[in-house]
């Protein structure tokens, strides 16, 4: 058994993921310890790792101006936002938060769920038309908080709860049907902007701050 331990601890060195694989292979080698005291350590070692390599959440910002769907158009942390690391894969409401940064402008061209999602100020999001964008209920109060603009074409489907701060702005750009202004709060210094129409009506049922 205290061979098997070793082996295991060797293995947790060389992962290089806690220092407590370090306590407990120097434990093991220098007998200081008892051997029930170095397999409460073992177990220990393999908790953290299943919590903090198996159950790790990856967050997503965006890294240039692009598509939604294009992994180009993201970098992506597994530390949460320590480091980032360009992307090979897009973001989900499974994911962490997703950020669209300051000077970027992220285009919906395919159907898209969301959670704990924000648009930074100076940041877009873009809803083509014909796409769903579903806004998804998380644990998160706000699940989507736009600071910068929400240009929708599309449907914007609020399931969870959509915020626009002080400096967001929405743009319903639509010019032959109507579109439905999705459920919102509006803060005080938030705009809705009606664009893109030229004879079609549309009725406004929101409270503004």
Not at 179 to 191: A, F, L, M, V, Y
Request: aromatic share 10%; hydrophobic share 40%.
């Amino acid at each position: 058994m205290s061979k098997l331990l070793q082996v295991l601890s060797l293995v947790f060195l060389f992962s290089k993921k806690s220092s407590y694989f370090l306590v407990s292979f120097y434990c093991l080698l220098s007998k200081r310890f008892k051997p029930s005291c170095c397999v409460l350590l073992t177990i220990i070692n393999l908790v953290f790792i299943n919590v903090n390599v198996f159950g790790q959440t990856t967050i997503f910002r965006s890294a240039t101006t692009g598509n939604w769907n294009a992994a180009a158009t993201w970098e992506k942390s597994l530390d949460y936002g320590s480091t980032w690391s360009t992307s090979t894969t897009v973001p989900s409401n499974l994911d962490g938060s997703i950020v669209i940064q300051n000077g970027h402008t992220v285009t919906a061209n395919a159907n898209t769920t969301v959670d704990e999602f924000t648009v930074n100020t100076g940041g877009t999001i873009i809803v083509n038309s014909g796409i769903t964008f579903t806004i998804a209920n998380g644990a998160a109060a706000i699940d989507c908080q736009v600071n910068g603009t929400l240009r929708n074409a599309g449907t914007v489907t609020t399931t969870g709860s959509l915020a626009f701060g002080a400096t967001g702005l929405y743009q319903h750009n639509f010019t032959t049907t109507t579109g439905t202004i999705p459920t919102s709060t509006w803060n005080t210094g938030s705009t809705c902007e009606i664009v893109g129409y030229t004879s079609t009506a549309v009725t406004i049922n929101a409270s503004f701050g």
